[in-house]
């Protein structure tokens, strides 16, 4: 008798098939029955609920929150049972005493900076063990470029010397022998910003020949955005690196309705024979720190000299003029509109009373202009300021989840005070409001782009599909009531809908109540797929 039954479930598979009625049945944590009649020893009633794959979140910034909070009912309570941490080139693994502390600094807006934190490892393989060490959900890992290339060269805006480029080669190779699933870079975050095309293919060609994929954050999501696409493209091209484009859009009024030539120039190189695939969020306004926003030249050096730029008058009007005359290349080469940017959170509990403000309203009040405020805002709070910017557009958000290369990706941030509703909303979303309400995706197509879709980029072993052999990473889901509740003021609120959540046949989610159960394990890239240890 298999150790748990579902009785009665509409298994939708992760394949994008049609949903079926059936018997499931897990015995030691993978799923060994799927029929009609079966029996098990603890049985749950699943008649009128969805049985689907647990979801993939292909773009998450959890890489130090599911340290802190391992339980991580953000991804727990809408379904999640594996993300990709590692992302945008920046996070915390491999680094060394030098260049900790910088990324702490760097990523504290991201992630936090928790007082009497163990930081116990250096490598990529001591960071997924110490996932190993008890989470509620699953994990890959992308080696970050920024990360990379700060061990090579430190924050310096120039090419590399050959030297340089061999020890990131090097370093990139290590972290894929260590469980990597492929390489991130933040080509518009420093110091990833400062690589040329030259130095990303050099680096994907390890990954390539690895058997890994790169997730690029591109060069601009503004007034460059397709140039950037062309250039992630060519990079895939001359390396034979597979391209996983990350929250894959085209944001501000000059992209508006242009997402058909994203997707164009997607479908080119793919009938070309390029391996792409993306992932988007199902919202309007993107997330970031307010210190993404500045001009590349203004980050060289690292957190402390860009701190000190903002305290030298020169600098400040220099920057003044790249924000309001040029456009920055941090704000994707347009002029910023500080109407469009809302403080989400601050590092000083001091400045809490701005969260939730634009920063033209802060001018406004203090009668002075958006871009003093930002330069006033990110010296006070040593860059640790969060923000949301309301750039997007609703047909290309659309536009872009309808491709077949789709994947879903929260890009969720879980510090400050009222963080993008989108770390807890993002997979409940997609399946009520685009699919049920609107009619946007079928069921069984949403289900796919948070399943079996991301599973095969990962090269996921026995995972992401509903078939007997896999792991049983699973959400029973109720299709008339799964909701986002998520909002802009109430940026924490659990998904509706959610009723249970099975991480390697463990509960993690039962009657829509956390259990506390850790069973998530660092899925480490294999000769033999992408699998646990």
Known sequence: MADLLFRGATVVDGTG??????????????????????????????????????????????????????????????????????????????????????????????????????????????????????????TCYLVPHGSVRMLAMGWDDRPPAPAELDRMRETVA???AEGAVGLSSGLSYPPGMYAGTAELVALCEVVAAAGGFHAPHQRSYGAGALEGYAEMIAIARASGCPLHLTHATMNFDVNRGRAGELLALVDRAIAEGIDITLDSYPYLPGSTTLAALLPGWAAVGGPGAALARLADPAARERIRTDMEEKGSD???????????????????????????????????????????????????????????????????????????????????????????????????????????????????????????????????????????????????????????????DHPRRPAAGIEHVYVNGTAVLAEGRPTGALPGRALRRTDRGTRAL
């Open 17 to 138: 098939a049609p949903r079926r009625t059936a018997d499931v049945t897990v015995t030691g944590g993978l799923i060994d029955g799927i029929g009609h009649g079966l029996t098990g020893r603890r049985v749950i009633d699943a008649d009128g609920l969805v049985l689907a794959p647990g979801f993939i979140d292909m773009h998450a910034h959890s890489d130090l929150r599911l340290l802190v909070e391992p339980g991580h009912p953000s991804r727990t309570t809408q379904g999640v049972t594996c993300e990709v941490l590692g992302q945008d080139g920046l996070s915390y693994a491999p680094v060394d005493d030098t260049t900790l502390p910088a990324l702490r600094r760097q990523l504290a807006g991201w992630n936090g900076d928790p007082d009497g934190f163990d930081w116990n490892w250096r490598t990529v393989g001591g960071y997924l063990d110490r996932l190993d060490g008890g989470a509620a959900v699953n």
């Open 174 to 176: 290590r972290g894929l």
């Open 330 to 488: 941090g704000c994707h080469g347009v002029v910023a509109d500080w109407a469009t940017v809302q403080i989400s959170g601050t590092g000083d509990p001091a400045l809490a009373g701005l969260v939730g403000r634009t920063v033209a309203d802060v001018a406004a009040e203090r009668g002075t202009t958006g871009t003093t405020v930002f330069l006033d805002l990110l010296q006070a709070d040593r860059l640790a300021t969060t923000i949301l910017q309301h750039v997007g557009h609703e047909e290309n958000v659309r536009t872009v989840m309808r491709h077949p290369a789709h994947t879903a990706g929260s890009d969720g941030l879980l510090v400050g005070d009222r963080p993008h509703p989108r770390a807890w909303g993002t997979f409940a979303r997609y399946l009520g409001h685009y699919a049920r309400d609107e009619g946007v995706l079928t069921l069984e197509g949403a289900i796919a782009r948070m399943t079996g879709r991301p599973a095969r980029r990962l090269r996921l072993d026995r995972r992401g599909l509903v078939r007997p052999g896999h792991h049983a990473d699973l959400v029973l889901l109720d299709p008339l009531t799964v909701r986002d509740t998520a909002d802009y």
